[in-house]
């Protein structure tokens, strides 16, 4: 059974950095992608960055090019988000996902889901 579990989530103040880690096991995934979304209160999921387990190549939400940035260990089978000059309008449950391809950040193509991490970003 696949698994993703995030950590790494907290308060923090505007400007600040935080890096979000992604443990998965159960399987390989070698030509998966895992990606990272979040959800604000009352506004729906959006996808932030992904990654292509193997090869390592990126893709970004607009909101993230130049802030955030997408990482991956195979050897741990972990995924990082690094986030830096955090925003209060970054605050929100960041989820971690894993899907069949990296290029597209529609949720509805990444089929396993980890449990949420909040980060609050306080002005």
């Known amino acids: 059974q696949v698994q993703l579990v995030e950590s790494g989530g907290g308060l923090v103040q505007a400007g600040d950095s935080l890096r979000l880690s992604c443990a998965a096991s159960?399987?390989?995934?070698?030509?998966?992608?895992l990606g990272w979304f979040r959800q604000a209160p009352g506004k729906e999921r959006e996808f932030v960055a992904s990654?292509?387990?193997?090869?390592?190549?990126?893709n970004y939400a607009d909101s993230a090019k130049g802030r955030f940035t997408i990482s991956r260990d195979n050897a741990k089978n972990t995924v990082y988000l690094q986030m830096n000059s955090l925003k209060p309008e970054d605050t929100a449950v960041y989820y971690c996902?894993?899907?069949?391809?990296?290029?597209?950040?529609?949720?509805?193509?990444?089929?396993?889901w980890g449990q949420g991490t909040q980060v609050t970003v306080s002005s």
């Open positions: 996902a894993a899907g069949t391809t990296y290029r597209s950040g529609n949720p509805d193509l990444y089929s396993v």
């Open positions: 159960g399987r390989t995934f070698s030509g998966y992608a």
């Open positions: 990654v292509r387990w193997s090869g390592g190549s990126t």
